[in-house]
């Protein structure tokens, strides 16, 4: 059953009546879209709620969007139907022709940057600021994140291609939490990459948790256990694996999928690529 917005805010119907929600999209037809100017500010300002050239604008030509005392839901908008809470505040007063002075609300706080919704807003850029009454019964929950929102997306198995430092975000929940769910949802064959040597690493995921568990054994060990990664370990530390290696899912298959296949097509790709004579392969 869908979680509808109010759930998590919590607000009385004296707070609905005197609130308005906007839906920020682009600066203008064609300008830049707010999430993006969004991620370009300081993890304080998002955390804070006060990125300035993103939320509050008090004018719709020559009618305020805001009245002094109302309280304002300002979203951003992240696909067509999903949007990001940015901040909540109420109005102090509206200056004409430019972002309105504002009273951050911080019993909100928690939420910026991490509370994503789904709402049909549709494409009309003219209009973006409405009685929250209006949008309140529509809006559902799609997520809470853990951490404030990075601009992440996971693009799709076959583009699963990832630095240390991206690995060890995802798997700590820095970094959308739904890529690292989608790694667990699949077996396959990857390969780590030594970018300063050129050297490559084929391997395997059989496990319950699919890629993620093996992964995870890289994160921990940096080495996962390999002979010839064990002996680079032992040699550089590491910050070596840190600094230069990289994670490639090269197939991917369900969680049912015949271990021996995966096997099978492990080898293929050592034969391929030449990793037992040249790379990081032991047999």
């Given at each position: 059953m869908d979680l509808l917005l109010n759930k998590v805010l919590n607000l009385t119907r004296e707070e609905i009546e005197n609130s308005k929600?906007?839906?920020?999209?682009?600066?203008?037809?064609?300008?830049?879209?707010?999430?993006?100017?969004?991620?370009?500010?300081?993890?304080?300002?998002?955390?804070?709620?006060?990125?300035?050239?993103?939320?509050?604008?008090?004018?719709?030509?020559?009618?305020?969007?805001?009245?002094?005392?109302?309280?304002?839901?300002?979203?951003?908008?992240?696909?067509?139907?999903?949007?990001?809470?940015i901040s909540v505040a109420k109005i102090i007063d509206t200056p004409k022709d430019t972002w309105a002075n504002v009273e951050i609300l911080d019993r909100f706080k928690p939420f910026f940057g991490r509370l994503i919704v789904k709402c049909k807003k549709g494409n009309t850029f003219s209009r973006y600021v409405f009685n929250l009454n209006k949008y309140l019964e529509q809006i559902t929950v799609k997520e809470i994140l853990p951490f404030i929102y990075s601009g992440e997306t996971f693009e799709g198995y076959d583009r699963v291609h990832l630095p240390f430092h991206r690995l060890e975000d995802i798997f700590n929940g820095r970094m959308l939490p739904t890529y690292y769910e989608a790694l667990k949802k699949v077996t396959g064959v990857y390969?780590?990459?030594?970018?300063?040597?050129?050297?490559?690493?084929?391997?395997?995921?059989?496990?319950?948790?699919?890629?993620?568990?093996?992964?995870?054994?890289?994160?921990?060990?940096?080495?996962?256990?390999?002979?010839?990664?064990?002996?680079?370990?032992?040699?550089?530390?590491?910050?070596?694996?840190?600094?230069?290696?990289?994670?490639?899912?090269?197939?991917?298959?369900?969680?049912?999928?015949?271990?021996?296949?995966?096997?099978?097509?492990?080898?293929?790709?050592?034969?391929?690529?030449?990793?037992?004579k040249n790379g990081y392969n032991d047999n």
């Open positions: 929600i906007e839906f920020n999209m682009k600066a203008g037809k064609g300008g830049q879209s707010f999430i993006d100017r969004w991620l370009k500010h300081t993890e304080e300002e998002k955390a804070t709620g006060t990125c300035k050239d993103c939320s509050y604008w008090g004018w719709y030509g020559d009618k305020r969007n805001f009245r002094p005392g109302q309280w304002v839901f300002s979203f951003s908008r992240m696909t067509d139907d999903e949007w990001l809470l390969c780590l990459t030594d970018t300063h040597t050129g050297k490559l690493y084929i391997g395997s995921a059989t496990g319950e948790e699919g890629v993620a568990q093996r992964w995870g054994n890289y994160l921990d060990s940096k080495h996962g256990g390999n002979k010839k990664l064990i002996e680079l370990y032992e040699k550089k530390g590491a910050e070596y694996f840190e600094k230069y290696f990289t994670y490639t899912l090269l197939e991917y298959f369900n969680l049912s999928y015949d271990p021996i296949k995966i096997l099978e097509r492990e080898q293929y790709w050592k034969k391929c690529l030449g990793t037992i």
